[in-house]
RNA sequence: GCCCCUGUAGUGUAGUGGCCUAUCAUGGAGCCCUGUCGAGGCUCCGACCCGGGUUCAAAUCCCGGCGGGGGCGCCA
């Protein structure tokens, strides 16, 4: 049985050949008995003969059921089903009768639909849907959220998720060519990883602990401990009570860890695999963009393209993007945060992907490499962390890695965190230490891009906002 | 935490103190027709978030609550 992406799938017990199959390859099957099973789309007919349009995860087809072919009974429940029922029907695949076209105009290629013989409803729906999969209506995303099992029978809503899960298979499939390897750290930790961000406090058996708000940390004890390239794909939890467009409490961060490599090694790592992902995307799931593109069209919203992103990314330093937002009129200081509204003036100039490296110090978390020649224009300390952003937007947040114990030690000092706290982590350099770098990637921001979502819960199964803990 | 906007059938909407017995689409129920194909035709069903207040009169104005959206802040 051919399955999605033309994988071959074994029959099972409900049917013996997808939806997909039967329309892609019915020419060969006309007069075969198949039997199918999926979602019923449309129920039409009320009389002696019925038109079933059902819809499985390769597709749709119609099925054809007559009265005077199958009993009298099965032809009725059947005809009475509600849409989105689930149903599996057995019969011969025929080719459908061709529509009536205009004089003069060229018949369409042939299709091809099932003569019904028997067949049952599985499970019957329950009416009125509370979104309607295949209705022209426009339903907002909270409705949709509540309802996102119906919501995601939607075509282009399907195609997403079909989207993300092929961007996370180049991703690691690039990764995996460059030599790294897939690892999972604790989401159960101890205390504050890093400070600063606010973390979920849980009932440990009889102690404290949080729901981790990254894998850096434990990422590179794995480098140092010898593993040398490393990656994870897995969530990350942040008590922060933010409110946009682009965040959430929790999050599913892609990040790389490497052994003997520093900021711009780990860059050209990043725009590797993202053009990888672009590129395979735009070389076999066209399918899926012309899915969320006809929904957009529907909606008269503007269509994506996947544009492979020509290599390598710009880079523009922290003082160079100083500089920018500074010439755009905006207000900032060297040492100040570069806020969204600053971004829309860099990202007027540099739309697509580009690098932000060498931030200050100060701003930077205490696990970063500083060089102490590497100073901004202002004598203020630079550091070894940058950021990529695509337009306005910061997609991934990475840097070299101090590897000296006692500077790190001293940043900790710095910025009011004691180093007892952190000697599980600490103890990981006393005994000889790679120098290494890495990044944290988000995924649904990732596919913000590629979709053209206009907000990240599109893109997330079951998002977990401030207001929203359920399905 | 702050500011702005918003809440009408299952879904999405129209509505600017009396023209509201509340619009339209989609949907649901049913009938007719039917090898339809975004099928078609007809009939019916279905809603003003909750609680106060102003007014002769409130979906509409005011206050509070709850829900939603946007912006800011916060954010390795």
Known sequence: MTGRDGSDWEATNYRTHTLGEVRDAGAQMIGHEVTVAGYAEAVRGRGAICFLMLRDGTGHLQAFLKKDNMNEETFATIQGASRESTIQVTGTVAQKRPPKVAEGEPNPPAEFEINVTDGQVLAMSQTPLPVGVVDDVHVGLDTRLDNRHLD????????????????????????????????????IIASASEGGTNLFPIKYFETDAYLSQSPQLYKQLAVLGGLERVFEIGPAFRAEKHD??????????????????????????????????????????QNLIDMINEYKESQNEEKVAVEVPSLPFPRISYCEAIDIVKAGGGEIEWGDDIESHHCDLIAAKYPGFHFLPKWPMSMKP?????????????????????????????????????????????????????????????????????????????????????????????????????????P
């Open 152 to 187: 995601l029978r939607r075509q282009h809503v399907n195609a997403m998720f079909q989207l993300r899960s092929k961007v996370l298979q180049y991703g690691r499939e690039h990764l995996i060519s460059e030599g790294f390897m897939e690892m999972n750290s604790p989401k």
């Open 366 to 470: 205490f696990y970063i490499f500083h060089d102490e020649n590497e100073k901004g224009n202002t004598g203020g300390q630079l550091s070894r962390g940058f950021d990529l952003n695509y337009g306005r937007d910061e997609m991934t947040s990475g840097g070299q890695r101090e590897h000296r114990v006692e500077v790190l030690e001293q940043n900790l000092r710095n910025m009011d965190l004691d180093p007892l706290d952190f000697t599980f982590y600490t103890d990981g350099f006393r005994y000889g230490a790679p120098p290494h770098a890495g990044w944290g990637l988000g995924v649904a921001r990732l596919l913000m891009v590629l979709t053209g979502a206009g907000n990240v819960r599109e893109v997330v199964l079951f998002p977990r906002d401030r207001s929203r803990v359920t």
């Open 244 to 285: 946009t467009y682009r965040h959430l409490n929790e999050f599913i961060s892609f990040d790389i860890e490497g052994a003997w490599m520093n900021d711009e090694d780990v860059m050209c790592v990043q725009e590797r695999m993202i053009h990888h992902i672009w590129s395979q995307v735009n070389a076999n799931d």
